[in-house]
């Protein structure tokens, strides 16, 4: 899989300058490039952001911010011809991205000698540390409901999520205990799902929390509900320090798990069952990714 992403990358290097990425047609890009990966374009794009740490279109982005930086420097071609060369429709869109990546308009880059920005060629390796293995089971579930409460939320990668600690707060025990009690099948518990991510997976982007179980129950009228179809569940057990250890959980499913394995992600929610010790150090977790078998 890392090899394939690899010439994936390498495509995109050899397109910098061409008409579909030049006009940012991301979604055209995606597609061909999860060709090449030779898996969809959900899983390319979900697993190029948890291996980058950006979205496809920011590294693309910045790439081509890179190169332009150079040729503006360089001084060889107009600033208008580098902006068109670029995907850039005027001068004033070139300028603004540009300041954005580097800190400085072309114009005084150029006549500055300003120090800009540079995003490197991204290449994909897998680093074995330790001799820890990921425990996991497949799962082949029937179609269900999530019921519960729902809330907008910003992403956060490490360390406690305040407006999902608030919010949880804000339902009180007595929701929290009837939500409990309709579920009533696997996984078992009050789950944390998260819906409607960014595609990026950028550090404060917003997505939809849901804190929820997995039910087949009539919904209460204060509740919402969300239809899940069948399909395919990869479930990952973890235990350690709360709540860095579940965090770190997600990151190695997508960089060492999916990498090695023949299944890629599909579309629909991550599901998490978390439970902490009674001092709040610790926690065991189980996570349920929705999966398909790769092609």
């Given amino acids: ?22 006009q940012g047609d991301a979604e055209l890009d995606a597609r061909e490039l999860a060709k090449i990966a030779a898996t969809t374009e959900y899983h390319f794009r979900r697993m190029f952001a948890e291996l980058a740490g950006m979205g496809l279109a920011e590294y693309v982005r910045r790439r081509r911010l890179t190169l332009a930086g150079a040729e503006v420097v360089a001084g060889e071609r107009p600033l208008i011809e580098i902006a068109m060369r670029y995907g850039y429709g005027s001068g ?25 920005q ?29 019921t519960g409460r729902t809330a907008r939320v910003l992403l956060v990668h490490e360390g406690m999520n305040p407006s999902i600690v608030a919010f949880i707060r804000g339902l009180g025990q007595e929701t929290l205990e009837r939500i409990e009690a309709l579920n009533d099948q696997e996984p078992r518990g009050i789950l944390g799902v998260s819906i409607n991510v960014d595609e990026s997976y950028a550090e404060g982007t917003e997505l939809d ?47 060492q798990w999916f990498p090695s394995n023949p299944y890629a992600s599909r579309p629909g929610p991550s599901l998490s ?15 349920w990714i929705p999966v398909e078998r790769a092609s």
Avoid: C
Wanted: hydrophobic residues 40%; glycine residues 4%.
């Fill in 209 to 255: 929390y849901w804190h929820a179980v997995v039910t087949n129950a009539e919904t209460p009228e204060d509740l919402e509900s969300l239809d899940m179809a069948a399909g395919l569940w990869a479930v990952f057990e973890s235990s350690g320090e709360f709540p860095l250890t579940l965090q770190h959980a997600w990151r190695d499913v997508y960089t």
């Fill in 1 to 22: 899989m890392l090899e394939r992403l690899n010439e994936a990358m390498q495509y995109v290097e050899d397109h910098l300058l061409t008409e579909r990425v030049a």
């Fill in 273 to 287: 069952r978390t439970k902490v010790s009674e001092d709040g150090k610790t926690a065991e977790a189980e996570l």
């Fill in 118 to 146: 540079s995003q490197p060629r991204m290449s994909f390796r897998l680093i074995v540390e330790g001799d820890s293995s990921m425990q996991y089971r497949i799962v082949d579930k029937p179609a269900f409901k999530l």
């Fill in 92 to 116: 004033e869109a070139f300028a603004r991205a540009f300041r954005a990546q580097h800190g400085v308009a072309p114009s005084e880059a150029r006549r500055s000698g300003a120090n800009l």
